[in-house]
């Protein structure tokens, strides 16, 4: 296989990709917004579908879960889709870099849009590192306080009661009514966001995301890196321009940082032949190609077990969802 031919359709790819994915994520969010509907207004006709995959908006809870099994055993029977998602992105983030931050998150392709608008509408800024560095570590210190929270003081006991808890039962809902119906705060904060992330880049996944600090931080010890030959090297920096991770590549020979998103995204705008490529440990050099297809087919083998296991659609029936959703304003966190 030619690598150089199949680097430059890795930009198009990971479009395709990511395209994908949020496309899907959109469909499962109006399927949900008419099941919600359906549980809130106590309608008598035949429910609709409840999209399982909605779940992935639930990392909290999906963290709550992988504890609980891992002491218990137990799977979650309530938004099991949601601990199966969240299983297969620590496990891309593990072997295949954060592949899921790079080429299936819908969150960081909408992200990497609003870059390229800012881009496009030159109103991009770049952030000294005197600012950019202690802006980085809010990420961490969020996934700090979750992990302190729920691996570190949560006993089994806790866990069991969230599980079964009339708040976890309706999480998702929560989750969607939050955005349908923000507090003025809560709206402004949303506001704000977006408005800066067409001007900061990549706003939300390099500064604030905890789920992409835990990818990252599992990414150190993948197999897959970017390897940078000095000797070719010639210092033209395209590679560094074109990083949503904007990893400073020519500083370095092995691309080991816990913010590479393995998009791959460097290896078709160098102008020297084979001086930055995918390698494996031993230095061998793998085709580009390689690590999307393992990343997609990772996430999808881990849905299809699901699926097949019987770990994928919740165990609740619709009418006990129903009469759980007809209580959401009452219904606090525990």
């Not at 708040?167 to 977006?194: V, W």
Request: hydrophobic share 50%; glycine share 6%.
């Amino acid at each position: 296989m030619n690598f150089s031919f199949t680097s430059k359709y890795i930009v198009g790819l990971r479009l395709i990709s990511q395209s994908l994915f949020a496309s899907f994520c959109l469909v499962i969010g109006w399927q949900f917004y008419q099941f919600y509907l359906w549980a809130t207004t106590a309608a008598d006709r035949v429910a609709p579908l409840r999209p399982p995959a909605v779940e992935a908006f639930l990392p909290l809870g999906a963290l709550v879960s992988l504890k609980r099994l891992v002491l218990s055993g137990e799977y979650d029977t309530i938004h099991p889709a949601g601990l199966t998602i969240f299983l297969a992105a620590l496990f891309l983030g593990l072997f295949l870099r954060k592949g899921f931050c790079g080429w299936i998150c819908p969150v960081g392709f909408t992200s990497n849009l609003a870059e390229k608008i800012g881009r496009k509408l030159h109103i991009l800024v770049t952030i000294p590192s005197w600012i950019d560095l202690p802006l980085l570590s809010l990420k961490y210190l969020l996934l700090a306080t979750f992990s302190w929270l729920i691996l570190w003081k949560m006993n089994l006991a806790e866990l069991s009661s969230f599980h079964f808890s009339s708040y976890n039962m309706i999480a998702d809902a929560k989750m969607l009514h939050f955005f349908l119906e923000p507090s003025l705060l809560a709206g402004s904060i949303m506001l704000l966001l977006m408005a800066l992330s067409f001007v900061v880049k990549n706003l939300w996944c390099r500064y604030l995301c905890p789920y992409g600090a835990l990818l990252g931080l599992l990414a150190i010890f993948s197999p897959f890196q970017v390897r940078r030959d000095r000797y070719l090297c010639i210092d033209c920096k395209r590679c560094e321009a074109v990083c949503p991770a904007s990893i400073e590549i020519t500083a370095r020979q092995t691309v080991r940082n816990c913010e590479c998103i393995g998009c791959l995204e460097c290896l078709p705008v160098c102008p020297r032949k084979k001086c930055l490529t995918l390698s494996l440990p031993g230095r061998i050099t793998a085709p580009p190609l390689l690590l999307p297809t393992l990343i997609v087919g990772s996430f999808l083998l881990f849905w299809l077990v699901a699926r097949l296991s019987g770990h994928w659609q919740s165990q609740i029936p619709n009418e006990t969802f129903q009469h759980y959703y007809q209580q959401l304003q009452s219904i606090g966190h525990p």
